[in-house]
């Protein structure tokens, strides 16, 4: 194992440590980085041998929780961690997206990047940690790394940039942003936001930038002392006979088989310029050769269409956003539906609501316990009508999905305000280039049929990017599949109509400039007025009622004090409750209540008993009870549910009674009036004050109990 080596700096007023040398010794490289109390592990190992079969970079980023480093036991019967959390993928994709583009993409030899939380403080989050460790310890091993990468939070607070906040001072925050980049360009972002201004947001893009400088320092002086000699990048020399035979076949052809708006009139011609090549060429080349060949004719088509003429393959021009079409309340029964056309993209988004109860546990390493608010993404297969696996969602659903949940969080209503778990499922039926921007779109229309009262509706665009020589490039706004597929960037900026809610930077090349970045975002500002407008077209503003079908909420505050009398022993009171009534119940400890209910007889039926329950009894007050015990001196009565009073024996008829069981018997129902509440808070109640006098007997008195012979029985209930 080599020697411990470590450097540090401080950032953010926090001192940051990257230490090698100390664990996993038999990894190709390995770094611990400690920044406050959070502690990560992260390890680069590389197979000696290429993986046979692939045309791709075999990267893979994995992000292992450990909920030991929060000093927590994981829930569930085995009580051990299993599948990745949603944050976990998250944070893997991350990690992968600043340092995939800087890797060479003629690289076969997987690459596996494992980072392992040690420690969590629950102040520093260790998702930057995560790239800041992968990038240091790519830039350590031999494999060919265009790095390193800095990657810092950044906050807006009380008016003034913050790098890495805590995440209790990020819930202050208006802006929360991560930013990955080299010495020269950005590479990555992603970014919540709480409306802000597009200037607000590129200046924090420019403050990350800049403090990732420091971070970038940091590494460079841990590669210096104990990186290893680089390997030279695999080279793919070009195969000039075949290019020249591929040419000969598609010249002049091409662009007429390209240049169509919609994919079903571009697929069979390019389909039958690949059949004839494959035929004319495949005994002399391999087919993965000739298949190469032709799909990079096909990029330099594009491209070069778009930056010499500034046309596209639809015919738009570089700004221009396709045909938009909006609808709501298609599905009969659900809480809210909202269909939102883009071109040949198009998502079906529906809402769901449900008791707090309803809300998501959370077990992972940050602060939160639960969400109330979800979004989560489908992509089936024949939305590119393809046959492909169904079953979980792969790490792209789960990014796609967490994205526009993202956009859509700061307009969710609060839950003092709109006591319900919201739940969003975006179904993707048609993908034709960016449809997490339209599950935010088609979110935002189910929302408001949903009649949920948002803050403001919410649009997403997705710009593009092309570049040349020489410094040439264009900005698309509103990119389609094919246009992702050979372009520079796909840079998703979603907001309403006062400012962004997310950002997110995914790139091909080595970085972008502020320049540009800045360009695409005031660029998308426009076309996202253009299509909330379109928008409010279909539906202006939310529904005034709830579907009819969806749950109603209502909210009532008890006494603290209260609260165990409501829940009961072992919850038996709060069970009997929601089993009676039908409806939900859930308090807070503030005393807060929450009942739920599809119908309002119910709600108002538990209402009414927990009313009961904590309601105090009064002196002089009258009750219809049910007889629940009897004994010698009297009839024990239940007023309210878990509150008994007693009718002494001489206060159930106007006449004398030798024997209880002559007037009243258990489960009776019978009147009675509040005569006392003694200092030990028992309650006597009399029946005989509310009879009808006896013809020729005396009037009705003042309630105290009578002054005759009682036969030895207590006037009162015993002590």
Known sequence: MAQPFAVETTIGGRKLSIETGKLAGQADAAV???YGDTVVLVTTCVNPQPREGVDFLPLTVDYEERLYAAGKIPGGFIRREGRPSEEATLTSRLTDRPLRPLLPKTWRREIQVIITVLSADQ??????????????????SSVPFEGPVGACHVGYIDGQFVVNPTLPDMEKSTIDLVVAS???????????????????????????????QEL???????????????????????????IAAVERIIAGR????????YKEQRDPGLNNLKKELLEDLGEKFSSADILAVYDNAIRAELRNNILKNGRRTSGRNLTQIRPLSCEVGLLPRVHGSGLFNRGETQALTITTLGSMRDEQKLDGLGIADTKRFMHHYNFPPFSTGETKRVGTPGRREIGHGALAERALAPVIPPEADFPYTIRLVSEIMSSSGSTSMASVCASTLSLMDAGIPIKAPVAGISMGLVTGENGEYAVLTDIEGIEDNYGDMDYKVAG??????????????????LEILEKAMYQSRETRLFILETMRSTIAQSRADLSKYAPRMYKMVIDQEKIGTVIGPGGKTIRAITDESKATVDIAPDGTVIIGAIDEGSAKKAM????????????????????????????????????????????????????????????????????????????NLSRRVLLAPAEGGAAENSGAPPSRPQGGRPPYRPR
Request: with cysteine; proline share 3%; charged share 25%.
């Open 608 to 683: 009414k008993m927990i009313e009961d329950l904590t309601r105090e009894i009064k002196v002089g007050e009258i009750f219809t009870g049910k007889v629940v015990r009897i004994m010698n001196f009297g009839a024990f009565v239940e007023l309210l549910p878990g509150k008994d009073g007693m009718v002494h024996v001489s206060e159930l008829a106007d006449r004398r009674v030798d024997k209880v069981e002559d007037v009243v018997k258990i489960g009776d129902q019978i009147q009675v009036k509040v005569i006392e509440i003694d200092n030990q808070g028992r309650i």
């Open 496 to 513: 309403t109509a006062v400012g962004i809610t997310a950002l997110q930077l995914d790139i091909k090349l080595k970085g972008v400039s």
């Open 32 to 34: 611990t980085l400690r």
């Open 216 to 242: 970038i320092a940091l590494q460079e002086q841990m590669i210096a002392a104990v990186g290893k000699a680089k390997e030279d990048a695999p080279k793919s020399e070009p195969n000039a006979e075949l």
């Open 123 to 140: 102040e520093n989050d260790p998702d930057t940690l995560a790239i800041l460790g992968g990038s240091c310890a790519l830039g350590m």
């Open 254 to 261: 091409l662009p007429g088989a390209l240049n169509h708006p």
């Open 182 to 212: 080299t010495k020269k360009a950005v590479v990555m972002i992603e970014a919540g936001a709480k409306e802000v201004s597009e200037e607000i947001a590129a200046q924090a893009i420019r403050f990350a930038h800049q403090a990732n």
